[in-house]
C-alpha cells in the first residue's frame, strides 16, 4: 500500500452479499493508496463475514459485524460507528459502496487527489469533497463473468442525466459534525465548506437538495457507480436481495439505471496494476486456506436461476410504441416517439414501411424522464428519432407509411400516418 506522506486517508462501506466483488473493492482502494479500509458487514449469508474476518487476519481491512436495529438506516448508523472508532485516527474518511470506485484523473493516489483539489479552492476551511456519480450500466452483457468489474462494464448514462447528479462524500474529519439524514451528505462544523472537485463551492439540486448536485461535474474525479452489472447477477442476487433495509429492487429499478450510452474504458496499466493486486490478495488468502473458490462456485450456481426471477417480473407485460410526432417534406420523414420491450428497455427493432417495402433509416436515442415517470419500469433512453431520406429510397412524401416493432404482431405496436 502507498502511504500518504501528509495526510492519513480512509475509505468506508457497508457490505451485504457482496462476496464476488470484496476481493476487488479492496485491491482497488489499496491501490489508490488509502491508509485505512474499512468495512461493515450487514448480515450477509454468501460467506463476506468468514472473507472478511480472512481479511482482517491478513491485515487488509478492518472489518466488523453490524446487523443494526430495526427501523434504522444501517448505513447511517454503520457510518456513525466507523466515526466514533477512526476520526481521530484518519485525516480524511471517503463512505463509499461496495459497488462503487473513486476514480481519479490520470489515477493519482487518494492524498495527491484531496492535495491537488484543495488548491483549486479560494477557501482554506473545506470540510467535505462532493464526488458526483458516472453510473453503469450492464453494458448489454447478460450472463455473469469472473473478470473484473471495471473491465466487464464499459458503458454508463450519460454525463447530464439525473441518476449522476447523486454524489458520495470525501470528509475531512476535524470538520465533521453529525452524518445527518443522507448517507450521500454530510453536516460539517459552523465555517467549513462542501465543495465540488474542481474546488468550487456545492450546489444544490434545486428540487432535491442534500445527495444530488445541480450539475454533474467529473472534473478530477468521479465516482463509477456499477450500480447493476450483468442481468443475471442483477435478477439473481442484487434485485431479490435488496438493499441495506431489504427494499427489493425489481426490473423496474433495472432499466432505470440500466445506463448505456457513453463508452469508458479503465486505463489498460492501472488495470494489470489492479489484476496484480487481485492476485497478491488471492495469493494470501490461500495461504491462510480460506476457500474463496467454493464461494465462488456457489455463487455462480446461484447465478445461473436468474430466468426465472425475471419472468415472474415480466409476466403480462407488452411492448410498447408511442409515436409523438412526424414531420414529413420533399426530402425527409422524420418520425420522433418512444418504445419499449416487455422488461422496458429500449427498441431497435423498428420497421418504416411503404408500399410493402421497408425503408432505411437512421436511429437516433433519446432521454425520456417524462415517460419513465409514467411508466415505472421503463428505460429512460427508450426515446427515439427515426430519419427517413426519401430521395435516396425514391419515395413521395404523398404515399402512406407506417411504422411497427419488427416481427411483433401486436396492432398496439404499428402506427399508420
Request: charged share 25%; aromatic share 10%; glycine share 6%.
Amino acid at each position: 500500500m502507498i502511504a500518504s506522506q501528509k495526510l492519513l486517508t480512509g475509505v468506508a462501506g457497508i457490505f451485504k452479499d457482496e462476496l464476488p466483488y470484496i476481493v476487488e473493492w479492496v485491491a482497488f482502494y489499496r491501490m489508490m493508496g488509502f491508509d485505512r479500509i474499512i468495512i461493515a458487514d450487514n448480515q450477509s449469508s454468501d460467506g463476506s463475514k468468514e472473507l472478511l474476518t480472512s481479511l482482517q487476519s491478513l491485515g487488509l481491512v478492518d472489518y466488523f459485524d453490524f446487523p443494526g436495529s430495526p427501523g434504522r438506516s444501517h448505513q447511517l448508523d454503520a457510518y456513525q460507528y466507523v466515526i466514533n472508532q477512526y476520526s481521530h485516527e484518519i485525516d480524511w474518511l471517503a463512505f463509499i459502496d461496495a459497488d462503487e470506485f473513486l476514480i481519479a484523473d490520470e489515477y493519482q493516489p487518494i492524498h495527491e487527489l484531496i492535495e491537488n483539489i484543495l488548491r483549486l479552492s479560494s477557501n482554506s476551511n473545506v470540510g467535505a469533497i462532493a464526488i458526483n456519480w458516472r453510473t453503469f450500466g450492464s453494458s448489454g452483457i447478460i450472463e455473469y463473468e469472473d473478470d473484473l468489474i471495471v473491465e466487464r462494464f464499459t458503458r454508463h448514462a450519460n454525463r447530464n442525466q439525473m441518476v449522476n447528479k447523486h454524489y458520495k462524500s470525501l470528509i475531512k474529519t476535524s470538520a465533521l459534525a453529525s452524518t445527518g439524514g443522507n448517507p450521500h451528505h454530510f453536516k460539517l462544523k459552523g465555517g467549513s465548506a462542501y465543495i465540488n472537485t474542481i474546488g468550487k463551492s456545492l450546489s444544490l439540486d434545486q428540487n432535491r437538495g442534500e445527495g444530488l448536485s445541480d450539475a454533474v461535474e467529473w472534473t478530477n474525479a468521479s465516482i463509477n457507480h456499477y450500480v447493476v452489472k450483468s442481468k443475471s447477477e442483477f435478477f439473481a442476487k442484487k434485485g431479490p436481495r435488496g438493499g441495506l433495509l431489504n427494499r427489493v429492487k425489481g426490473i423496474n429499478y433495472f432499466y432505470n439505471h440500466d445506463l448505456n450510452s457513453e463508452e469508458y474504458q479503465f486505463g489498460y496499466h492501472q488495470l494489470m496494476l489492479l489484476k496484480e493486486e487481485v492476485g497478491n490478495i488471492m495469493d494470501m488468502l490461500l495461504s491462510v486456506n480460506f476457500p474463496l473458490g467454493k464461494y465462488l462456485l456457489e455463487f455462480k450456481n446461484a447465478v445461473l436461476d436468474w430466468r426465472q426471477h425475471y419472468e415472474k417480473q415480466t409476466l403480462n407485460r407488452k411492448e410498447t410504441l408511442h409515436i409523438d410526432r412526424h414531420t414529413l417534406n420533399e426530402v425527409h420523414l422524420i418520425i420522433s416517439g418512444w418504445a419499449f420491450n416487455i422488461d422496458g428497455a429500449p427498441i431497435d427493432s423498428f420497421r418504416v414501411v411503404s408500399k410493402n417495402r421497408n425503408l432505411k433509416f437512421v436511429l437516433k436515442r433519446k432521454c425520456r424522464d417524462d415517460v419513465v415517470r409514467v411508466h415505472k419500469h421503463a428505460s429512460a433512453e427508450c426515446g427515439f428519432t427515426l430519419i427517413i431520406d426519401l430521395m435516396a429510397e425514391s419515395i413521395k412524401p404523398d404515399q402512406n407509411f407506417h411504422v411497427d416493432l419488427g416481427m411483433n404482431e401486436n396492432p398496439s405496436c404499428k402506427k399508420v400516418f
